[in-house]
T-cell receptor
Framework: DTEVTQTPKHLVMGMTNKKSLKCEQH?????MYWYKQKAKKPPELMFV???????INESVPSRFSPECPNSSLLNLHLHALQPEDSALYLC??????????????FGDGTRLSIL | DAKTTQPTSMDCAEGRAANLPCNHS???????VYWYRQIHSQGPQYIIH???NNETNEMASLIITEDRKSSTLILPHATLRDTAVYYC???????????FGAGTTVTVRA
């Protein structure tokens, strides 16, 4: 069981669809992260939110749009995705963004397939 | 540019200790060594981290050499549920970055 909850667990969408991924944590963490993991590859950082504000965008295409409505919730809005965007999308949280001595805690991800 | 080097894969016997090596010869004084693992179809799970002293928790022990250029993660009594990809990560103390390398695929066999 993880303390970071991601929904849905699986998502299949067409290239013209709009969908959203949701992530929730109730550990009082003020930093939240989105990672992308392609098959048989390590996770790669996409976005970092610190105190509900976007602080890091790792040059992610604009068809991925993150949102942090409150300190417990993180969304990733998807629009006009490409087949190569099929991957496992992982959410993580940590007490603060620069807390290098404190671990990030991950959810189990949303497995996204683009048709 | 990888900061850590790990074996691609290793097998270990159930009930025995599993010793996972990691080389981080360019580590700086302000960088921690972190270990995560990822069981199939799950997200990465934090295991342990350390700066220069050896560390132990309920999951594992972390042994860091005196020169800090390498470390070993020890799973004291491996079980089949410990089969996973294990990532050794070097992380700057006040940085947000958690850069995963290729990791070691560990298979625990009965």
């Amino acid at each position: 069981d993880t303390e970071v909850t991601q929904t849905p667990k699986h998502l299949v969408m067409g290239m013209t669809n709009k969908k959203s991924l949701k992530c929730e944590q109730h550990m009082g963490h003020r930093a939240m992260y989105w990672y992308k993991q392609k098959a048989k590859k390590p996770p790669e950082l996409m976005f970092v939110y610190s105190y509900e504000k976007l602080s890091i965008n790792e040059s992610v295409p604009s068809r991925f749009s993150p949102e942090c409505p409150n300190s417990s919730l993180l969304n990733l809005h998807l629009h006009a995705l490409q087949p190569e965007d099929s991957a496992l999308y992982l959410c993580a949280s940590s007490p603060r963004q620069g807390s290098g001595h404190q671990p990030q805690h991950f959810g189990d991800g949303t497995r996204l397939s683009i048709l | 540019d990888a900061k850590t080097t790990q074996p691609t894969s290793m097998d270990c016997a159930e009930g025995r200790a599993a010793n996972l090596p990691c080389n981080h010869s360019t580590i700086s004084g302000n960088e921690y060594v972190y270990w995560y693992r990822q069981i199939h179809s799950q997200g990465p799970q934090y295991i342990i981290h350390g700066l220069k002293n050896n560390e132990t928790n309920e999951m594992a022990s972390l042994i860091i050499t005196e020169d800090r250029k390498s470390s070993t993660l020890i799973l004291p009594h491996a079980t089949l549920r410990d089969t996973a990809v294990y990532y050794c990560i070097v992380r700057v103390i006040n940085d947000y970055k958690l850069s995963f390398g290729a990791g070691t695929t560990v298979t625990v066999r009965a």
